[in-house]
C-alpha cells in the first residue's frame, strides 16, 4: 500500500433492499498460514481460494525472499513448494509486511526458529503497533533482536536461533498471532513448545498443522483457555487447503442486510470455526436472522451459508470473554448497535487500541460525527441505539481497513450519506468489497 497515494474517499447512501448471493473472499487468516506452513513443508501445497488481499499478497513475497516457491496458478488458486521446517534461506531483501500484523508476527515466529538474520518492516500504521509482545517469548526461545526502533517497532532486525529452545509459555493477551509466532518457531525445537492461553483465541495454526501432519496436541485449561503442545521438528508435508469465506468480511455485508429495510441476503461458504463466530452470536441475542444451512468442513474448518434478513435489532450487554471470538467485528457491530433499540454495551476491548488504529476511539469518532451518542469507559464501548442514524459525517479511516467499510455499511441506511476519507486500505483484506456490495444493491457514490 502506497501511503503517499492521494486518497480516494467515497459516500456511501441510503439504498434499496440489499439481495441475491455474495462469496466473500477467502478467510485472511487462513491464507496467511496455507503460505506459512506451505513454505515450512516438503513437497507441493496446493491452496484454492486464498485471499488475495494485499496483507496475504505481502506474506507470499516474505515466503518467496525466504527462499519457497510461491505462484499464482489460476483465479484464488496457488501452490508453494517449501523449503521444510528450519530450511529458510538469509533473505536478500526487507520483509515488507505493508499493513498486516498477522503476515509480520507469524513470520517472525518462523524465522526464529532458522538460523538466518532478517529485517522486517511495514506501513506507518504496522510500525506503530507493539511488537514486544511476539518478541518476548521469541527470545526465551533463542532468537535475537539486533536493531529495532524505539519500544521494539518496526523496522526491525530479527536475528534466528541456531539451536531454538522449546519453551513453556503463557500468553499475557489473547492473541493467535502471539501463540502462532511461539508454535510456528517451536517447529524447528527438538522437543514440546507449550502456548497456554487464558482465553481460547482463534485456533487455525494449530488445525492446520495437524493437517500439514505436525503432532500438536489441545486440552482444555481454566474454565476458558487452553494449553497446546506442539512436538517440535517434525517433517511437515504439502498439502491441500481450500479456504472458506472469511466471516470476518462476510461481516460487513451481513450487518448490512439487516439495517437496509427488506434486504434478504445469501453468503456462502462462510467459515464457522466457534471461535471466529461471537459475532454472529452476538447479532442473534440482538435479535438478528441469520440461518445457516449447506453445513460442510475441510480440513477441521467448518463452513456454512447463511441467510440474513433485516430485522428490528435490541441493545445488548456483549461480555469480555467474547471477545478473542468477534476481536475484529466490535467496529461493524457498532454500526449495528446504532440501529437498534437501547443500549449495547461491548466489555474488555482494551486490544482494539493495538490493531491498524485506536479501533475503540476510532469506532466512538465514526459514530459520533454521524450523530450517535457513544462513550468509552475504560475498556468498554458503550452505543445509544435509537433505531436510526442521522448520518452526514466525514470518517476518518487512519489507514484502518476496517474502519472504511464499517462506515460504508453505515450509509447504506442512515438519513445522510456518510462519507469516508480513503478506501485504499479496503485493498489489504477485501478488494473487491466495493463492487460486491454494489452488485447486492449498495449505494456509494
Ligand atoms: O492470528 C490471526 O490471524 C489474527 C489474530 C487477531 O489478532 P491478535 O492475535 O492480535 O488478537 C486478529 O485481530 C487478526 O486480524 C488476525
Ligand atoms: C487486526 C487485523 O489484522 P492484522 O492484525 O493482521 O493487521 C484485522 O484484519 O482486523
Request: glycine letters at 10%; charged letters at 20%; one cysteine or more.
Amino acid at each position: 500500500m502506497s501511503t503517499s497515494a492521494a486518497p480516494t474517499p467515497l459516500e456511501s447512501r441510503a439504498s434499496g433492499p440489499l439481495a441475491g448471493t455474495i462469496r466473500v473472499p477467502g478467510d485472511k487468516s487462513i491464507s496467511h498460514r496455507a503460505l506459512i506452513l506451505g513454505a515450512l513443508s516438503v513437497g507441493e501445497t496446493r491452496i484454492s481460494g486464498l485471499l488475495e488481499g494485499e496483507d496475504v499478497l505481502n506474506t507470499a513475497k516474505s515466503m518467496r525472499t525466504l527462499g519457497a516457491k510461491v505462484e499464482r496458478t489460476g483465479e484464488f488458486a496457488w501452490t508453494v513448494h517449501g523449503v521444510g521446517v528450519g530450511g529458510f534461506a538469509q533473505p536478500a531483501a526487507t520483509l515488507d509486511f505493508g499493513n498486516s500484523g498477522t503476515g509480520c508476527r507469524l513470520v517472525m515466529g518462523a524465522v526464529a526458529g532458522c538460523p538466518i538474520t532478517a529485517v522486517f518492516d511495514g506501513d506507518a500504521s504496522l510500525r506503530s503497533r507493539p511488537m514486544r509482545r511476539i518478541l518476548d517469548p521469541l527470545a526465551l526461545m533463542g532468537a535475537k533482536v539486533t536493531v529495532s526502533a524505539e519500544g521494539g517497532k518496526l523496522p526491525l532486525t530479527l536475528q534466528g536461533a541456531s539451536n531454538p529452545i522449546p519453551i513453556e509459555y503463557r500468553t499475557p493477551v489473547a492473541s493467535a498471532q502471539i501463540k502462532s509466532a511461539v508454535l510456528l518457531a517451536g517447529l524447528a525445537a527438538p522437543g514440546v513448545t507449550t502456548v497456554i492461553e487464558q482465553e481460547a483465541s482463534r485456533d487455525h495454526t494449530e488445525l492446520m498443522l495437524k493437517h500439514f501432519g505436525a503432532e500438536i496436541v489441545t486440552t482444555p485449561e481454566g474454565s476458558h483457555g487452553r494449553r497446546i503442545a506442539l512436538t517440535g521438528q517434525p517433517e511437515l508435508r504439502g498439502a491441500p487447503v481450500i479456504v472458506p469465506a472469511d466471516p470476518s468480511s462476510a461481516a460487513f455485508p451481513l450487518v448490512a442486510a439487516l439495517i437496509v429495510d427488506g434486504s434478504d441476503l445469501v453468503l456462502s461458504d462462510v467459515m464457522t470455526n466457534p471461535l471466529r463466530t461471537g459475532l454472529f452470536t452476538t447479532l442473534r441475542e440482538m435479535g438478528a436472522s441469520i440461518e445457516e444451512d449447506d453445513v460442510r468442513g475441510d480440513a477441521g474448518e467448518p463452513m456454512a451459508r447463511l441467510r440474513v434478513r433485516a430485522s428490528k435489532l435490541k441493545g445488548v450487554v456483549v461480555p469480555p470473554e467474547r471477545a478473542p471470538s468477534m476481536i475484529d467485528e466490535y467496529l461493524v457491530l457498532a454500526v449495528a448497535a446504532a440501529y437498534a433499540e437501547g443500549t449495547t454495551v461491548m466489555r474488555g476491548l482494551h486490544e482494539l487500541r493495538v490493531k491498524e488504529s485506536d479501533r475503540l476511539e476510532a469506532t466512538a469518532a465514526m459514530l459520533r460525527v454521524n450523530g450517535v451518542k457513544v462513550e468509552i469507559t475504560g475498556d468498554d464501548l458503550i452505543v445509544e441505539g435509537r433505531g436510526h442514524v442521522p448520518g452526514g459525517g466525514l470518517v476518518a479511516t487512519h489507514m484502518d481497513h476496517r474502519i472504511a467499510m464499517s462506515a460504508l455499511v453505515m450509509g447504506l441506511a442512515s438519513d445522510k450519506p456518510v462519507t469516508v476519507d480513503d478506501t485504499a486500505f479496503i485493498a489489504t483484506s477485501f478488494p473487491d468489497f466495493i463492487p460486491l456490495m454494489r452488485k447486492a444493491g449498495a449505494d456509494f457514490a
